[in-house]
């Protein structure tokens, strides 16, 4: 058997493999396409899953990108569909107006939800496929981030952000010749949320080295790998080439599934992940818009990468930092914000999320490490002095 670094995309679907650190991963997805002109696959696709009728949902944007013509192939096969086209002046949000909205118009008959978007599209179908038991899959236009591969539906619920459980999409189908011209900063948002996992996979070994947690190094590897690529892609993404786009939806289908594979999110989310949570959280108490995911998570590993800095020789000893340098470089390069002030936050907001983002759960990273050793209120100063000039 291949081992899983050796893996392209499209064969992990249905994957069930005896790993090396002695757990069975499994992905549930049946299908996974990235590819140049693979949308006109779609009828194919959907007819491997059921006859029909399909529920297609799509917004104004994302029925331009992809949706329009995801309806005319299906119309030349003959696949009965309709559909929900949300029209929005903004981008739209994962609120009960568009889970409602989505349901209303779900008939009795409906055998498969297709959601045509990214974040807010995808994690609608999922919740509403999890709720119904009528199986989703996404058809997706941006690059910008790694939950299409993911069991879980972050929300907005009562102005909160709260995440619910879902369920795997049965297809995921990524046409680079779509994605290439989905808006610039969702582009380097997706470059941003992979660019995190630097950091992430850096938080797991770390927590795998001082508590014994559960590690696999192939995952990690296949995670590593896959980021690896994009970085060396990163000028490409900003030029919008496909090769460059490729790598990153690649490796945002790649973090979920490991994700999936795993059990958790260890091998896509860490310490950077924390920050951004605690900034658009702060950002929907005060109900202000907030940056795009990956671009907080962008800026996050920046931070965390920094934190692995100060930690220095306090770390378990040999242990490899994440290299702070590259990182930035690489967000400069993809034209991806790279410090806190690009993305509009608050020096006051920016302190205290130093001090409390480890409390928005229960997951050992460099943050905990350094509060159990009595430095991070010293990191905190320092690095709020770094970027904002003064004394705190
Ligand atoms: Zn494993
Ligand atoms: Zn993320």
Redesign the pocket.
């Known amino acids: 058997m291949k081992k899983l670094t050796e893996m392209r995309p499209e064969e992990f679907s249905g994957l069930s493999y005896p790993c090396r650190c002695g757990r069975n991963h499994q992905v549930g997805i049946k299908k996974i396409r990235v590819g140049s002109g693979c949308l006109s696959e779609l009828p194919q696709i959907v007819r491997e899953l059921t006859e029909g009728p399909v529920y297609m949902l799509a917004d104004t944007f994302t029925f331009e990108a992809a949706a329009r013509e995801a309806g005319e192939l299906l119309s030349q096969a003959g696949i009965p569909f309709h559909g929900r086209r949300f029209d929005t002046e903004t981008p739209l949000v994962p609120d009960e107006r568009t889970l409602g909205g989505a349901l209303a118009d779900l008939e009795p008959e409906d055998k498969l939800i297709v959601a045509v978007g990214s974040g807010t599209l995808n994690d609608t179908a999922r919740f509403l496929s999890s709720r119904t038991g009528v199986p989703y899959m996404v058809v997706c236009t941006a690059p910008s981030?790694?939950?299409y591969a993911s069991t879980v539906c972050p929300l907005i619920l009562g102005g909160q952000k709260v995440t619910k459980p879902g369920v795997y999409p049965q297809a995921i189908l990524a046409d680079t010749r779509v994605l290439k011209e989905a808006p610039m900063p969702m582009l380097t948002a997706g470059f941003g949320?992979i660019i995190?996992k630097y950091t992430a996979l850096a938080d797991w070994r770390l927590s795998q080295v001082i508590n014994g947690e559960y590690y696999c190094e192939e995952c990690a590897e296949l995670m590593a790998r896959a980021v690896e690529k994009c970085a060396e892609n990163a000028a490409g993404l900003r030029a919008r080439e496909e090769g460059a786009v490729q790598s990153v939806t690649e490796a945002l289908v790649l973090?979920g599934v490991a994700m999936g594979m795993v059990g958790n999110?260890r091998p896509?989310?860490g310490a950077?992940?924390h920050f951004?949570h605690y900034w658009e959280v702060d950002a929907l108490a005060r109900g202000e818009s907030h940056p795009l995911?990956?671009n907080s998570?962008g800026v996050g590993a920046v931070l965390s990468a920094s934190l692995y800095q100060l930690a220095g020789s306090r770390l378990p000893q040999g242990f490899a930092l994440p290299d702070k340098e590259r990182i930035l470089s690489c967000l400069k390069a993809a034209g991806a914000p790279s410090g806190p002030e690009e993305l509009g936050i608050r020096r006051d907001l920016f302190y205290e999320s130093l001090l409390h983002a480890m409390e928005i759960r229960d997951r050992f990273t460099i943050l905990r490490f350094l509060a159990g050793e009595g430095l991070l209120g010293g990191c905190a100063a320092e690095l709020a002095n770094r970027f904002y000039g003064g004394k705190e």
């Open positions: 981030m790694d939950g949320d995190g973090a999110s896509a989310s950077e992940h951004s995911h990956g998570v």
